[in-house]
């Protein structure tokens, strides 16, 4: 029940193109969903977040699109530049702090 | 931008040898955690801290690992006899309050041989 479920497991875009990667979860506890980056040798880099009390967050680029019945959430990354290139991680908490995190999605932005 | 800071980047130490791992969180942050990732897999939790004290722990934080704040600065893992299954990355990470995003630091690469 804590786990976080995510795919593609890798996802390969031509640059402008839009990015979209997928996360489910079961713990309903669950009520802050981030997303990290991770570029090779790094930390993961927290991106954007969003709470259940609102279906969708816009920050530049990228967009949280949340369906709190259906228990998924996306990343959508829009106009995908080679620089967006990285490992992205959705992860799921509750107020007790600790985050279970996805297995992961290798994007590769092709020029 | 405040930053965790980690050391060493990479340590590689002998099977049955002890690491410390040292950490310095942000420094208005309350909530400090300890995170591996075996190389190419998923980012694991192992101890989340609070107040001076352990919040949670999952399975793999077992006898042989153990956490401090020595000073209220440094936070460090310790890991007391090793294994060739702890090789991993070590992130370290801080929030200024519960449920909110972690600021990584960039890890420590432990390699046991």
């Known amino acids: 029940q804590q786990q976080v479920k995510q795919s593609p497991q890798s996802l390969i875009v031509q640059k402008g193109g839009i990015s979209i990667i997928n996360c489910a979860y079961e713990?309903?506890?669950?009520?802050?969903f981030p997303w990290y980056q991770q570029f090779p040798g790094k930390g993961p880099a927290l991106l954007i977040a969003?709470?259940?009390?609102?279906s969708e967050k816009k920050e530049g680029r990228f967009t949280i699109s949340f369906n709190k019945s259906a228990k998924q959430f996306s990343l959508h990354i829009m106009d995908s530049q080679p620089g967006d290139s990285a490992t992205y991680f959705c992860a799921a908490s509750t107020n007790a702090g600790k985050s279970t995190f996805g297995d992961g999605t290798t994007l590769t932005v092709k020029p | 931008e405040p930053e965790v800071t980690q050391t060493p980047s990479h340590q590689v130490t002998q099977m049955g040898q002890e690491v410390i791992l040292r950490c310095v969180p942000i420094?208005?942050?309350?909530?400090f955690y300890w995170y591996r990732q075996i190389l190419g897999q998923k980012v694991e939790f192992l101890v989340s801290?609070?107040?001076?004290?352990?919040?949670?722990k999952s399975e793999i934080f077992d006898d042989q690992f153990s956490v401090e704040r020595p000073d209220g600065s440094n936070f460090t893992l310790k890991i007391r006899s090793t294994k060739l299954e702890d090789s991993a990355m070590y992130f370290c990470?801080?929030?200024?309050?519960?449920?909110?995003?972690?600021?990584f630091g960039s890890g420590t690469r432990l390699t046991v041989v």
């Open positions: 801290f609070y107040n001076n004290e352990i919040s949670e």
């Open positions: 990470a801080s929030s200024k309050t519960l449920g909110s995003g972690y600021t």
């Open positions: 420094s208005n942050h309350l909530y």
């Open positions: 713990n309903t506890a669950f009520d802050y």
């Open positions: 969003i709470r259940p009390d609102v």
